[in-house]
């Protein structure tokens, strides 16, 4: 998935803000690289602790400015923005795992409207350096109809997105299908488990690792009530941050489900409401929950 980053890089005209917990892809060093050095106006936040790493400071070298977030919680986004029309966003890091061995979404939404939404949430970070509470400012559309899809997007921890899935679960009326590298929500498991024993069929894979050492874990729990949850089989982490209401609804982004991702961190997270988007969703957990454990 770094192919088509790159090439989106090399296309821009204007500007480029990456908001990204790690990176390291070389490929997509160079051609920001490139992009400064024609003219691109290239920003860069990143997590405070990956600020040390061989790329962010060749990109520094370079003259690129990079914001870390300097405060304790982390600043875990996932997004670019390119030339005020074009955001790319999803569960992946900039690094060579996050490309090559784990499973993560990589989605590209062609919308002035969101690309407003999350050049104001990086505005906030990076005019900041993230150290301040968030206050005062607000996202500029929230709530985007373009076509046939629906697309609802949240900054935490401004904006809540818990609310917002629970929400969705309790109104889900047939599947719940989970991909999730880290789930210790309580409110959310709940929710899930009392739709579950209210007749939808909820099927599920979490990361295996997470899932042994995480406090708190809500994957046990739902296997004891009795839900078709997975443990990841496949070689790199079960990455996704994705629940898939009725084959009709996606949820994705860097939100793990967790209390540090709704209290703390820095975190964006789309709702997507689109059939077709779906079926490509269901398409790559259907892949996933046949390679798993039950």
Excluded: C
């Excluded at 789930?183 to 099927?203: K, M, N």
């Amino acid at each position: 998935m770094d192919r088509p980053l790159v090439q989106a890089i090399d296309n821009t005209t204007l500007s480029i803000d990456l908001a990204m917990y790690s990176l390291s892809l070389e490929n997509v060093a160079s051609a920001l690289i490139r992009a400064h050095h024609r003219g691109v106006r290239v920003r860069i936040v990143m997590e405070s602790d990956n600020l040390g790493r061989t790329v962010p400071e060749r990109l520094f070298a370079a003259g690129i400015p990079i914001k870390g977030d300097r405060r304790e919680s982390l600043m875990h986004n996932k997004f670019m923005v390119l030339d005020n029309t074009i955001v790319w966003t999803g569960s992946m890091n900039y690094t060579y795992s996050g490309v090559y061995q784990d499973n993560n979404a990589l989605v590209r939404i062609d919308s002035e409207e969101m690309a407003a939404n999350y050049t104001s949430e990086f505005e906030e970070m990076f005019s900041t350096d993230g150290i301040e509470a968030k206050e005062g400012r607000e996202t500029p559309s929230p709530h985007v109809r373009d076509d046939e899809v629906i697309m609802d997007v949240y900054f935490s921890p401004d904006d809540h997105p818990q609310e917002a899935l629970l929400d969705l679960i309790r109104n889900a009326k047939q599947t719940i299908n989970l991909l999730a590298f880290t789930f210790t929500s309580d409110p959310l498991g709940e929710a899930i488990r009392q739709r579950a024993t209210e007749g939808v069929l909820v099927y599920g894979v979490v990361d295996k690792i997470q899932a042994g050492i995480g406090l708190g874990d809500e994957s046990l729990p739902f296997r004891q009530a009795g839900l078709d949850i997975r443990y990841s089989g496949q070689t790199g982490q079960m990455h996704h941050k994705t629940i898939i209401i009725d084959h009709e609804i996606v949820v994705l982004g860097s939100y793990n489900f967790t209390n540090s991702a709704e209290e703390s961190n820095d975190e964006n997270l789309v709702i997507i409401k689109n059939p077709s988007v779906a079926d490509s969703f269901m398409t790559e957990f259907n892949r996933i929950f046949l390679a798993s454990e039950p």
